[in-house]
């Protein structure tokens, strides 16, 4: 359940920006139970390790029709600028985004990096229609997302720090002073009593032979849920 509008109000006054948002965990809510959480593949894992590209050249690999639906994610970070856009999430300032928690918009949330994520209830509604669904998600916030979507299935995708060092500079998304904090935020997936993801990829050679490992399992997924 997300927490009463009341429990939002004393917020810090930043709100979740870069300079500096302490733990909340009134934006840290379990969220609301999700029908057809086994259809919800939720890909974790370290900053840089390509979670993002991995899902999105996977998915752009398949037939339209089959596309399982990108959750887009709201978070309070400016859209990104240029020629290469990672993620067209929904960027939201730090007040927008505490009205919209006011307004009970979302269905998960989380923080992480100094930033607030959040997930509209439309961006999970196609599972309740039989459809799956990828969501970029958070080690940091598995317990809650397991509270909410108890058969959600979990990718952990990782990559040695030295690439991911590297892969951070090259996009460039973050000043550099910011790499050493998202390079060391290091969390056991999973949480201590928590299940084991349901594949792991090291993302440490090409995204394509990354996408092939997922299509695999992606299809052994498949051929299980048609014998059941
Ligand atoms: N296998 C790979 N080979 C080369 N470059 C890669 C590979 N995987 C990802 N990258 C690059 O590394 C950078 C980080 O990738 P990406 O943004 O997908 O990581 P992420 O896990 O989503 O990171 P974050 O959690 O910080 O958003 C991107 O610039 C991407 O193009
Ligand atoms: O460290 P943990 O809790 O796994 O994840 C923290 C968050 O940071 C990353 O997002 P981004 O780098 O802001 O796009 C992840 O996708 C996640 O949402």
């Known amino acids: 359940m997300n927490p009463p509008v009341s429990d939002v109000t004393d917020l ?26 086994a259809r919800l593949v939720v890909v974790v894992g ?18 339209a029709a089959q596309r399982p639906h990108l959750a887009r994610r709201s978070i309070t970070r400016p859209a990104e600028q240029g020629a290469q856009v990672h993620e067209a999430h929904e960027a939201l300032t730090p007040e927008q985004f505490v009205a919209q928690v006011r307004a009970d918009a979302f269905a998960l949330r989380w923080q992480a990096h100094g930033l607030h994520y959040g997930i509209r209830h439309a961006e999970l509604a196609p599972l309740a229609r039989g459809q799956w669904v990828l969501l970029n998600g958070s080690r940091a916030h598995l317990p809650q997302l397991r509270l909410a979507a108890p058969r959600a299935r979990v990718l952990l995708v990782d990559a040695p720090e030295a690439l991911r060092a590297a892969r951070l500079q090259a996009r460039g998304r973050e ?21 084991a993801p349901d594949l792991h990829i090291v993302n440490d050679r090409s995204l394509a032979e990354a996408a092939a490992q997922l299509s695999a399992w992606w ?6 849920a048609s014998a059941a």
């Open 175 to 195: 000043p550099a002073p910011a790499h050493a904090a998202r390079l060391q935020r290091q969390l056991p997936v999973p949480a201590a009593s928590g299940p």
């Open 12 to 37: 810090p006054a930043d709100g979740g920006s870069h300079t500096g948002l302490g733990p909340d965990p009134a934006l840290d809510d379990p969220g609301a139970a999700l029908p057809g959480s």
């Open 46 to 63: 370290p900053s840089g390790a390509g979670k993002d590209s991995l899902l999105r050249l996977w998915r752009a690999s398949l037939p």
């Open 219 to 224: 299809q052994s997924l498949h051929t299980m």
